[in-house]
């Protein structure tokens, strides 16, 4: 079979959408499968329902990369769309054809820079991973390029300002908090490290949006299991095959204006353009997130393993449920009930994904500084609207405690027993600390000393009204009734 690009693509047969020519009106820092599965995506549907008519321009941000593999393809590739939705499996396929092809600046510094020279250029994307928006010091000015992605962005502004073009609107997708803001913060320290004219500061700050984003995709990559297979039924060698879930969610923090260079209206698209985009990530991180680390401890001591199957057990599924519109949804106040209802009712098709094997043992890495962060907040915000203790957080509270307790330190690993099986507890050493001097500890000990932690949760949580008691009951039922009978008598 011969490997896809655009004549070998019509040779197939392919009915679907295909934009062959356009003007590069996007930058992309970053090749990975999260981008091409998200926002090439969603600039591919705005070429085919909102009459974008732009294509991407792919920069590979570090040394080693997949630029030869993408331009092989002249940049198309093949995304499948999979998982559930309303209860329904979902399989579906499309060509993306955004991608105009992929640069390496290590290779071609002047290509890069030449591209800040196109007037049709308006919109910039990265997702240079947690770590790539860092300022570095070391980079200078001269080089070629630059080794830290804001330095980069740094050097193509300013070419970019030589001209005297507009600036951008650059969209920053990197799973940090107020992404936009501190990639901005590093250019600025770039100007004054590299004594850069004020006048092009200034255009920086007047001529260009540096705005924060949400992103909500689970992108599962290369299908490296049903690859053959894929590229048996479609006629041709696909190297840059990527797979995702249904569910899409981008909030972008931008003036409205966005929305006048934008179709995302017209496409139809799950993009939202919001002055402040913090409330939706607090709704994805209580409800989403928070539904994960308030459920999954629980279940695995109940015998569960992956979280489609909690789904599909009735006992987790209900006590699931009661957990997101019971206790979670009541704690948030931000956005208005039935947007949470909406967005509660697409996280149980998102957990029953048939397409993704999600560990419960992979979600439970680090699960005290996320129970803190996931479900915590929702715990004060109950007790603040409701003035009662709530039943399902309480329970994951213990049932996180009894998932460490059982713990013991075995050949420099923590390892804990569920039945006859063995797993490995892997979190901060303080926290293994804290497990391994309480080992001996009843229920009623073991909670009184962990809600009074607060270098766990930054505050003392047996100063909640009834939330200490709440907790050593449970514990102590789970101990001696299983955590399966708990949650049963908690939806009962």
């Given amino acids: 079979m011969e490997l896809l690009n655009y004549d070998v693509l019509k040779k197939s047969g392919y009915e679907g959408y295909v934009l062959e020519n356009a003007p590069v009106r996007m930058l992309q820092f970053g090749e990975g499968n999260f981008l091409r599965a998200f926002v090439d995506y969603f600039f591919d549907l705005m070429n085919e329902k909102g009459d974008f008519n732009g294509k991407v321009q792919i920069v590979q941000p570090i040394p080693m990369g997949r630029t030869d593999e993408i331009n092989a393809q002249q940049g198309l590739y093949n995304l499948y769309l999979r998982g559930s939705e309303n209860g329904q499996r979902v399989d579906d396929r499309r060509v993306i054809s955004s991608v105009a092809g992929c640069l390496n600046p290590y290779a071609d510094f002047d290509a890069y820079l030449a591209c800040a020279h196109n007037p049709d250029l308006r919109f910039i994307a990265s997702n240079t991973t947690e770590a790539g928006i860092a300022f570095d010091p070391a980079c200078k000015f001269d080089d070629k390029p630059a080794a830290s992605f804001p330095g980069k962005l740094t050097q193509f502004l300013y070419e970019r300002w030589k001209t ?15 992404n936009g803001r501190e990639l901005l913060e590093c250019v600025r320290k770039y100007c004054e490290l590299w004594k850069l004219e004020p006048e092009f500061t200034a255009w920086v700050e007047r001529e260009n949006h540096f705005c924060s984003t949400l992103v909500d995709r689970i992108v599962t990559g290369y299908p490296r299991n049903d690859a053959d297979a894929m590229n048996l039924a479609n006629g041709f060698i696909d190297q840059n095959l990527v797979t995702a879930e249904c569910f899409g969610l981008w909030v972008i923090e931008a003036p409205d204006s966005l929305k006048d260079e934008l ?3 017209k496409a139809g698209l799950p993009i939202v353009v919001a002055a402040d985009h913090t ?9 989403l997130n928070g539904a994960h680390t308030g459920m999954i401890l629980g279940a695995y001591l109940a015998g569960q393993d992956i979280v489609r199957d909690c789904m599909h057990d009735s006992i987790i599924r209900k006590y699931t449920d009661k957990l997101i519109f019971d206790e979670i949804i009541p704690s948030v106040t931000t956005l ?4 949470l209802k909406e967005f509660a009712a697409s ?5 029953e994904n048939p397409y993704i094997d999600h560990r419960l043992l992979d979600i439970a890495l680090n699960s005290v500084s996320k129970w803190r962060a996931r479900v915590m907040p929702s715990l004060l915000g109950y007790l603040e609207v409701k003035k009662a203790v709530p039943a399902c957080i309480s329970f994951s509270f213990a049932a996180l405690l009894e ?17 006859a099986d063995t797993y490995e507890i892997r979190d901060d050493q303080n926290v293994l600390d804290f497990f391994v001097a309480h080992s001996a500890d009843d229920a009623a000990a073991l909670v009184a000393a962990a809600a009074r932690e607060t270098a766990f949760w930054g505050r003392d949580l047996s100063q909640l009204p009834g939330f200490e008691e709440a907790a050593a009951k449970y514990l102590c039922a789970i101990r001696s009734e299983g955590a399966g009978a708990v949650m049963q008598q908690i939806i009962e």
């Fill in 336 to 339: 208005p009930a039935e947007e």
């Fill in 279 to 287: 409330p939706y990530k607090q709704r994805k991180v209580r409800i």
């Fill in 403 to 419: 998932f460490y307790a059982r713990g013991r330190m075995t050949d420099g690993k923590f390892l804990a027993t569920r039945g």
């Fill in 164 to 178: 005297g073009g507009r600036g951008f609107w650059i969209l920053s997708c990197e799973l940090i908090d107020n």
């Fill in 347 to 351: 996280v149980a098709d998102r957990f």
């Fill in 263 to 265: 179709p995302i209206e």
